[in-house]
């Protein structure tokens, strides 16, 4: 196994030099073109994750046989990751799902596609006001606009929402409660430019390889940038670090307000920016109250280097070290995070927390300066995000609270008056909470796995198999074992498609090659049933004016039958572009334009807001807020929050305080357990455990267990540990000082592994104001087996 | 073991002594050619080792460029999670 993964590497290794080397032959490739090869090849982001890599595919006979990283897309610049260069296999594992299937007798059995758009419209229409939508960050922006349309425009019910709730909540709230609007400020041009590099429980080398490996290149080619790795365990990342800050989980909190602490009473603050940028705010939940900046100072002064030392873990020396780099004005810091700050009980709080220390130090607005908050899924910003595929929110930023909002998207959707439902629908734990209790009665579940991923699994999915469940997906998994009906889907280049990366790129791709057997795609699926409905007389689907929905008209006035799969499928219908070409208007309602779907088309992706210039150029935007960068800053404002809360240009500063996590280890269960991914797969392994390359280099879960509490517990690596909490418990095979290593009292457990279901033994426990649980700690115990 | 991928810009005319040279390293490899040069993959002992060979042919009288497109921090210890 050793040697295989070795191999696996050195090949990963290989063909990305190999790919990068000849790279140059599909050179400026904007739409389709035939190499030399007799290969079609096309631009495409790649399938997995939030970084968004530009790839070139390469078709022939309708089968893609070929990925190389495209030289064209600044993201990646050519380079690829392990996962990006294995992309294509994940449409050929033998048992991608090729027809529609309906539960008879417990059974799932095979049916028409007739036979499963009925079966669900007819229990849609019965229970419209309590069906839901489960969706995902690997929506594209049309599937993610169509689910939002079909249920809030055309059930009058919100609940919808996505697992993108399990990974970037607390982001979401974080910039909204900050500057009043979602989404960075910086792009990745910023990661060229920084100096100073500090890491917020972000694993880089695995969960953003390419981005980490354009910061490897830049010291491999002697530039300095010093690294700070704040983080309970060390990992691939920490390799690489000069600064290996190991703190107690939850102690991020109080580290962020020791730094601002440090600047303020040692005056190294900048002074200007804060007068210029900054409000200050008290308060725990969204919306606080003012404060002054002596009152702020005031209530800052618990957060001694001491207070620090004794709830985060890291010492006064290693505090006092990373204010040194905040308190440079000549350092150019770029602060970095992902899961480690977002799933947190305090989610929202440790995002504001971070904004604080680069708001107070000036290092915000420039470029190499800047907060940034990764994604982890392809389309978890421009889908989730942008479209607001959020139990209260709509397209655009509107929210469904707000009645000025509603009214607005009625106006959008031609919808009578008053459709749209004014209570939120139920977040992503929420949601399944109400399956459990069947408060909710059925739920259509795409392009995610919740069976898998949910926290604290045995309470919540128990019941998912008696309600009405519907998964469109690619391959079986084990929440479509669970489904009544369950849906065929087309994958990646089988569709047209559009996601949004966590820069604020806009990538466009073609469909590429027909999807297997009956499988279609999930927009498709959606607009048959809503049809369905519309024939069957549920007002929903009627618009003011009378029509269907979801009506398109062609140049000559007439309705294009787009829930007709022949006409779906038809080269002559471009359905996403209809689909985007509808929406893109809500967009500017917050500044953020994204380009047209043609502009699109001969783009490696547009940063948004992406505007006219004089010349009627379409011109992205690097840098948001920021004065010659976005268009919507206020000439002589430097750096303009124009969305921000008290409407005076400003941001927040909040004193969000340290709070103990809900369960801590105690005499009965006294280990931290952290839960995470891995290079190799992709979330649920779903895909990538199809790929026989990918599955070859990491096939099992594991337990990373600290070296001295191994030895104190006599485990070597490969002994059985059982981990078990106060929820349930699952045997897993050791490992010392391998890949990570925990710090003593922690152990970590990757979620990919179906046969090793995590979430039993995870906490239920969510940041209140964002609702993203909290997956990186609760209370284990370990013992060998 | 960390795992790097290069490529490899060679000086004009020394291509084939340049690669004769490098297979005979039991360290390397030499993956896909053309006409600008090749790609080249390196596993070495630690991280200091793997930046101080890619140091190191960037000064080789043959070699014109080597840009590093392709790191891996391979894991610490011999014994890997496949093998628990
Ligand atoms: S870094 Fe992410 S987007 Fe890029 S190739 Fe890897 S998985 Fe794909």
Redesign the pocket.
Known sequence: MQVDRREFIKKAALSAAGAVLIGSMPKSLMGAARGEDGLIWQKA?????????G?MVGVKDGRVVAVQ?DLENP??KGL??????H?SHILYGEDRLRKPQVRKNGKLTDVSWDEAIETIAKFVKKNDDTFAIYGSGQWTVAEGYTAMKFLKGGCSNNNVDPNARLCMASAVVGMLTTYGVDEPSGCYEDFDLCDTLVLWGNNMAEM????WSRIVDRRAKGEKIEIFDLATRRTRTTQEADHYLEFTPQGDLAIANGICNILIQEGKYDKNWVANHCNFRAGKDGAGSPMTFEQYKEWLETYTPEYVEEVAGISPRELKLLASRFADPSKKILSLWCMGMNQHTRGTWINNLVYNVHFLSGQFGAPGKTAFSLTGQ?SACGTCREVGTLAHALPGGRVVANEVHRQQTEDFWKLPKGRINPKPGHHTVAMFEALNKNTLSGVWVQVTNPAQTIPNLNEITDKLKNRFLVVSDVYPTITTDLATVVLPSALWVEKNGIFGNSERRTQQWFKMIEPPGEARDDVWQMLAVAHKLYEMGHPGMINRDGDFLFTFKDENGQEIEIWKWEVFNSPDVNVDRLLYEEYRPFTKMKHKDVAPYDVLVKNRGMLWPVVQDAKGRWRETKRRFVEGEDPFVKEGSGVDFYWGKEKDGKARVWARPYEAPPEIPDKEYPFWLCTGRVLEH?HTGTMTRRVKQLNAGMPNAYVEVNAKDAAEMNISTGNMVKISSRRGSINLPAWINGRGSPQKGLVFVPFFDESKLINEVTLQAYCPLSKEPDYKKCAVKIEKV | MPISGYIVIPKKGTVDNLIAQLNQREDVEVGIRNQKGFALVAATIDDREAKAFGKDLEQWETVESATLVYHNFEDTVTQAATSV
């Open positions: 982001p790649c399938r997995f994750c939030g970084v968004g890599c790839v990283g993201v990646n690829l990751c392990a996962k990006g260069y992309t953003h390889p390419v981005l392809p992709w």
